[in-house]
């Protein structure tokens, strides 16, 4: 067999870390991989995580041992509470059930793959992501067997949201198609639709019967503000939607290589709705165990004791203003430099787009070169990752963008 394996690609994203680590320019520039740095360009561990790892270790009775196969209750219980807001119909009506995954990847996939066996089986589903998306959507989507096609997405002359080009691509898609949705702060556009458009997206949903599936990787992480960042999740669950939610905790809690992360699957409302959520449950289960047997404890009890304690929470939400804060800073002085040299363009959209990331509609031509020539790196297709810049390297990289948009 081994002779007829293909050589495959390097991931793109982890490659251009590597690249990243191997350049010894001391004024290189990270603008690639979503993980948040501080203002001296260094990862964060974000001093509520520190303050519950000390109570963890210091507790005598931690242990080792597994933990069940759908992870630790109070960690899933406290992830319903907080992706849909605690009072949410679903979790009163008990029409959720969640499982413990391995980050916000493990969560997509365990999705993909029930619905791959369970979603109207021996018919033709396709699931559809947004044009672009975060691109691991892809493989683990095909992993699993599930065809895809995309909806437009963003809009290159406003580089802002093509609402009318992804309503029409849902509205002509096959009945009880499956959407992928980026709960907030898309991954990679920074680009959301306002409440209004989402409301226009869960009237169409429901018209055309398709399946709503909610990514969720910048809860808190994107507006510094939990509740608003989590608003068009309620909003579907509200309306009564049949939906499931994939949801990390890597950006907003720092748990990077923890793989912290919950799946959730939300029924409608209806009197066997407790029942469905039983039978889905046990097939989840079944899946859980094939794959990872029963997931990674470490992160997901840092989460939990953060979660569900009220002071502890009162400061992750002090910390998730640290970050956004300080990405939305960068965006001000991003622009505002750009601006200032003069650059050709326009520039509006760098405050504009929200979150980790900004398209800024640099062209590939210009990334190969704001790398060759200024040791900068970030993704192809002109995404940079706004925690990569700080007070020391805003000037140096918005002088490295000035010189590769006029080349
Ligand atoms: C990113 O898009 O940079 C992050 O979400 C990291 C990843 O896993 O791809």
Redesign the pocket.
Known sequence: TADVVPQAPE?A??GLAAAFRRDESPNKVDL????YRDNNAKPWVLPVVKQADDILRSDPNLNHEYLPIAGLAEFTSASQNLVLQGDSPAITDKRITSLQTV???GAVHLGALFLSKFYKPNTQRTAYFSDPT???HFQIFSNVGLPYKTYPYFHKETKGLDFEGMVNTIQSAEEGSIIVLHACAH??TGVDPTQEQWKKLAELIRAKKHFPFFDT?YQGFASGDVARDAWAIRYFVEQGFELCIAQ?Y??NFGL?GERAGCFHFVTSPSPDAQSTVSRVASQLAILQRSEISNPPAYGARIASKVLNDRDLFAQWEKDLKTMSGRIIEMRKALRGKLEELGTPGKWNHITEQIG??SFTGLTEKQVDSLRETSHVYM?KNG?I?MAGLNTNNVEYFAKAVDKAVRE
Request: hydrophobic share 35%.
């Open positions: 991931d994203l982890f690639g991989i979503g993980a980050s916000g990847t975060w691109p691991n991954n990679p990787a990390s890597a950006k990077y980790m990331f993704t995404r990752s």
